[in-house]
Every structure is written in structure tokens, then in C-alpha cells.
């Protein structure tokens, strides 16, 4: 909304004009100082309209006719014209890079409150983010903040709930015009400042001191937007911050027969030679090579990976956004056990490193289930390994038009000369989520290994690393520990891999205060932040702390309950429902009886429960079952 005056008539009222965006075409509303429509006029690419000067701007609307708007300053008079102009010659970053057909989907389905409720939802995700601004709130402290792919302005709301001095929330989709709603009936109108537009199109009046996002997709990169998130360092002030900090991809081979043979056998409808007198066989070959191009997007029981996990590390605050045209992750995999290799498991995890503490948040099967879960990718034909024996191959994103990547794999195992590989399309993933526990593994290489097996290490849905001490795991862990020897080992690119392999006393060790002490510590810190923020606010709740999936499962199957799903319909990737609460927690003296969602790993409270726990107390250490 933008105050004018009119042509060569300084004395004259101020106009208020307000511009709604839609795809190719902009609704621009002039008022009169009384708040009545004193005209409308809709541009598109074929209307005539270009800037005089510094802060006027003239748009011809029939015949003789046209109008001159003068802005008060220049930089208002840039923002309309980034709505209103159709008409530019050079093509932004993003355009370069995105197929029309792509960006349309993609604002649209972004654009509806029922995705954006979806994603708030994730009280993982939301109440992480809360507590990595709130608990850094020195960092946040009159600051001005860049939020950027803002969606309903959630994070907008937490960065002045950690003392921010003013926001820029800019949103591409028609969601900007709920979020400018919600910020003008808050308490923070006027400082929270939602700009409609494409973060490689915009402008702000302004460097910044911190950028915070929820650029990650599956898999960490699909989407794409974290070339978006990159971009924006160019409103960056020097030493300011991001939020997230750096982002983990782990890659692992696991085994699972039941997945194989379940795509496979899809392709058999394709087999039959008579389907209503017609043939269908010519198309088999065709249509097992498309189910095996598709991830598996779910959840999966930790003991069905041969490996430790190979992790990948991102510095946002170094990375450029050609570093994520074409990924190249380099794989060396020990087998601590024998069994068939069906394919690879990603998972992710970011850091929000502050001044005051590191705050992580995870996708691992071990933690809290999340709406972005876990990816599988099959091999078309698996491999057989033995224990000891040493897998090499590799990993390679290639970015494409369609906002995703196209994902090649491939591995060998060294002592027999074994080869399986795969090109998979990112951006058509199956949704395999049902809702219920991962079956436990029958494989014998499942069962009496111990967790140090499975990762290489990283951060978890409940830990942080505080100036005042903390958790061995996550002192241990810190992203920052290992930045200065890869960046000695590999400073041409900033986007390194490298492998953490970690004795097996360690891993107890980070995973007994995961799931004993770190619970203690993080109901407090829920606590302080609340304090710290003015109150727990609606729809955002503290991280749950991260359990097991066995125990979820035990607890599941002791209580009997029903798993309860967001009727939200996926139309594109990342919008797979969010699993819901099946029904209300029963809290008794502080000993929570938790009533799972139907997966492993998924352990959240609404609101009310959470602030219910806050007032019993955390609940006792829950033996670990895992390991």
C-alpha cells in the first residue's frame, strides 16, 4: 500500500494505492483520502507504463488518457513498478533457472493456507525455529532481519519475538496478502514489512544483519530454493548471520526386500498380454524403469541400513549458488554386516548457529518425524556385500528447469566388482507414508548391532550447544569444529562432503543424553524461551524431544491407538500431509502417555499439552530401546 500525489499539485490530497499480483497480472486500486475507490486499472505485459525521474511513474490507460503517480521516494516508487512491469528485457536468476509452467505450480500451491497450515503444523520444525531465534535473542536484538520465502510470516513473528527491530518478509505467492493482514492486526504492524515478490527481483531499502528461512526441501535440496536462500546474501550486511547456519545431507545403503519387490511387482499390471484384447507387455520394461526413477519419500526402522552414513556439508554462509547446479558426493562405505544392498537413504539435518547457542534441527529415523521424513533411492538391480567388505560410488545431483534435481547413484563393491546404479527424477517422488510404525527387520544383519553402526553423527531435534555448557554430543558436534580443517582441505568449494566415523563409546554417549538428560534440558530452555519471547505464541510449541522409533512403536502397540492424518492433498513435492495427533495426551504428575501419530520417531504435542508439561515438569528419562 503506497501513498501518491497527483501531477503538478502539491496541495492535492494523498492517494493510497494498493496492488494485488497475480501471475501475469497486476489489480492496481487507487484511492481517495477517504478510503473510496477512485479508480481501478488491471496491467498486464501488453500495458503501457514506464518510470519518470527517480519517484514518478506513468501508466496509460486509454486513448488520451494516462496518469502520473509520484511516490514519496524512490523506493516506493520501485516496489510498484516490480508489480506492475511486465515488461523486463533481462531475465531474473530465478527465471533463468525455472520453467513458467514450474514457478506457476509452485507459487500456487504455496499460495493456499491449508499448505501453510500443513507446514506450521510440524511442531518439530516450528517450535525449532522459535527456540534457535529466541534462545540467540542477542543476535536478534535490534537487528534488521531479511525473511525470506516468508509464507505465512511465521519466522517474521519470531524474530520480533527475539527482539528484532524490523523484518523484510518477502513472499512470492498470494500468501503476502494473508501475511500483511496478519501484521496489521499485530502488535507488530509497521515493523514487520511484507514485500510481494521473487527475492531475485525485489528490492529493500537496506543491508541487513541476519537472513532467516525454511528453504529445505526432500532431501535438503529439492525445490531449490536454497539458490534462493543463497541470492539473498546480496542484501547481507558483512559478518551478519543465517538462520539456518549449515545443512548436513547424510547418505547410507540399506536393505529392504519388501520395498524392492513392491515397486517391482507394480509394473507387472503392465505384463498382462490381454487387458480388454489389448496388449500391454511392450510397456513393462517402460513402466519399471518409471517406478524405480521415483524416490521413496517415508520413514524406515534405522536397523535396515549396512552402514554408517556419509555426510555432506553445506556452509550457507560460504556457498554460492553455482555450487548447487551439479552436487558431486563421493561415497566409501564399510559393511558392518552381510545382506543385500537395495539402495541409498538420505536424510538431513541444519544447524542455526548463534552467538549464545547452536540449535539443530533433524530428519534422522532416530529423531522426531517430521513433515519432510526420510528419501529412499533403488537401485535397479541390488548388490550383495559381506561384512567388512568396502562399497565406493557416488552420489550426483544435477539441478534441472523444474525446481528439482535429476538424482544418478551408483555403487560398487570393491572385493567382488559388483555394480548397481540409477537415475532417479527428485520431483516425482511416491509417497509411501501410511502412517504405521516401520516393520521391524527380520534380516539377521538387523538385529545385535550396535547404533554407532548407522550415522555419522549430527545434530538432533533437542540438543544445542550453549556458552554455559551443555551436551558432550553436541560440544562435540558443533558444525563450526569442522569447518576450518575441511575448508584446509578443500577451499575451492565451500559445499564439502566429508566422513565422520565415531567409536562406538561415543555414540552411547551422545545418544544417552539425547534421550535422558537432554530432555531436562530442553523442557527448561523451553521454558526460558517462552519467558524470553512474551509468552508461548499460538501454533508453535518447543521441540519435542526426540525418541527412539522402537519406542515409539512399543508404546503405539501398548496403547492401541489410530493414526489421524492432515486431509491436506499433496499436489507437488513437499507437500505430503503432515502426520496428526490420533487424540489428546493424557498428562499425570508429569509422566506423559504419549499417543503416537502412527510413525516411529513422531513425538509432539499440541500447545496445550505442551504447556501443560511446562507446568508438570519435564518427564522422566525413558530408556533407550535402540541401542
Known amino acids: 500500500m503506497t501513498k501518491v500525489g497527483a501531477k503538478g499539485d502539491e496541495a492535492s490530497p494523498l492517494f493510497t494505492i494498493k496492488v494485488r499480483r497475480v501471475s501475469d497480472e497486476s489489480q492496481v486500486t487507487i484511492l481517495n483520502n477517504k478510503d473510496e475507490v477512485n479508480m481501478k486499472i488491471t496491467m498486464t505485459s501488453s500495458s503501457e507504463s514506464c518510470k519518470i525521474g527517480n519517484a514518478k511513474f506513468i501508466i496509460h490507460i486509454t486513448g488520451e488518457h494516462s496518469i502520473i503517480l509520484k511516490f514519496p521516494t524512490p523506493t516506493e516508487m520501485k516496489r510498484f513498478q516490480a508489480q506492475v512491469d511486465f515488461r523486463s528485457k533481462c531475465q531474473s536468476v530465478f527465471d533463468k533457472r525455472t520453467a513458467e509452467s514450474s514457478a506457476v505450480q509452485y507459487f500456487q500451491f504455496y499460495g493456499y493456507l491449508s499448505q501453510q497450515q500443513n507446514m506450521m503444523q510440524d511442531y518439530v520444525r516450528t517450535g525449532t525455529y522459535q527456540k534457535a531465534m529466541v534462545q540467540n535473542f542477542m543476535d536478534f536484538r535490534d537487528k534488521v532481519v531479511l525473511d525470506v520465502g516468508a509464507g505465512s510470516g511465521i519466522l517474521s513473528f519470531f524474530a520480533m519475538q527475539a527482539g528484532a527491530r524490523k523484518v523484510y518478509a518477502v513472499e512470492a505467492s498470494t500468501m503476502a496478502e494473508h501475511t ?69 545431507l547424510h547418505i547410507a545403503p540399506f536393505s529392504d526386500e519388501l520395498l524392492y519387490m513392491e515397486q517391482f511387482t507394480k ?57 548447487l547446479h551439479r552436487i558431486e558426493i563421493p561415497l566409501h562405505f564399510t559393511a558392518h554386516s552381510s545382506g543385500t544392498v537395495h539402495g541409498f537413504a538420505f536424510w538431513f539435518d541444519i544447524a542455526f548457529i548463534g552467538s549464545m547457542s547452536t540449535v539443530w534441527l533433524s530428519t534422522a529415523p532416530t529423531e522426531s518425524l517430521t513433515h519432510w521424513y526420510q528419501v529412499r533411492c533403488l537401485f535397479r538391480s541390488p548388490l550383495f556385500i559381506k561384512t567388512g567388505e568396502t562399497m565406493v560410488g557416488k552420489v550426483v545431483l544435477r539441478s534441472n528447469m523444474r525446481q528439482s534435481y535429476d538424482v544418478d547413484i551408483e555403487a560398487v563393491v570393491e572385493a567382488t566388482g559388483s555394480k548397481a546404479e540409477n537415475t532417479l527424477d527428485l520431483k516425482n517422488p511416491f509417497f509411501h507414508y501410511t502412517g504405521q510404525p516401520p516393520a521391524t527387520p527380520a534380516e539377521a544383519h538387523c538385529s545385535g548391532v550396535a547404533g554407532d553402526a548407522y550415522t555419522a553423527g549430527g545434530g538432533s531435534n533437542t540438543g544445542n550447544n550453549s556458552s554455559g555448557g551443555g551436551s558432550s554430543h553436541y560440544q562435540r558436534h558443533h558444525p563450526s569444529a569442522h569447518y576450518g580443517q575441511q575448508d584446509s582441505q578443500n577451499t575451492a568449494n565451500p559445499s564439502q562432503q566429508y566422513h565422520q566415523q565415531y567409536h562406538p563409546s561415543q555414540y552411547q554417549q551422545q545418544h544417552s543424553g539425547r534421550n535422558g538428560n537432554n530432555q531436562g534440558q530442553q523442557a527448561a530452555s523451553g521454558k526460558e524461551a517462552a519467558a524470553a519471547s512474551g509468552g508461548r505464541q499460538s501454533g508453535a510449541g518447543d521441540s519435542a524431544p526426540g525418541t527412539p522409533g522402537s519406542q515409539a512403536q512399543q508404546r503405539t502397540q501398548q496403547n492401541g491407538t489410530t493414526p489421524a492424518f492432515c486431509n491436506t492433498v499433496p499436489l507437488i513435492s513437499g507437500g505430503i500431509p503432515y502426520p496428526g495427533l490420533s487424540n489428546k495426551q493424557a498428562m499425570v504428575g508429569g509422566q506423559q502417555q504419549q499417543q503416537q501419530s502412527g510413525s516411529a520417531g513422531n513425538h509432539v504435542l499440541d500447545p496445550s499439552q505442551q504447556q501443560q508439561q511446562q507446568n508438570n515438569g519435564p518427564p522422566p528419562p525413558q530408556q533407550n530401546l535402540y541401542y
Open 180 to 248: 500483511k493482514k496478519l501484521v496489521s492486526q499485530s502488535q507488530y504492524a509497521g515493523r514487520i514489512i511484507v514485500i510481494p515478490g521473487k527475492i531475485e527481483e525485489i528490492d529493500i531499502p537496506e543491508q541487513v544483519d541476519i537472513i532467516v528461512s525454511e528453504p529445505m526441501g526432500y532431501m535438503l535440496f529439492n525445490e531449490r530454493m536454497l539458490e534462493t536462500y543463497l541470492h539473498s546474501k546480496k542484501f547481507l550486511r558483512p559478518n551478519g548471520l543465517m538462520f539456518p547456519t549449515v545443512g548436513d
Open 267 to 323: 509394473a507387472n499390471f503392465w505384463y498382462q498380454q490381454s487387458f480388454h484384447g489389448v496388449d500391454l507387455s511392450p510397456l513393462r520394461d517402460a513402466a519399471v524403469e518409471e517406478y524405480f526413477k521415483q524416490p521413496i519419500v517415508d520413514t524406515f526402522d534405522i536397523r535396515i541400513l549396512m552402514a554408517k552414513s556419509v555426510k555432506y556439508t553445506v556452509n550457507f554462509l560460504q556457498a554460492q549458488e553455482e555450487d
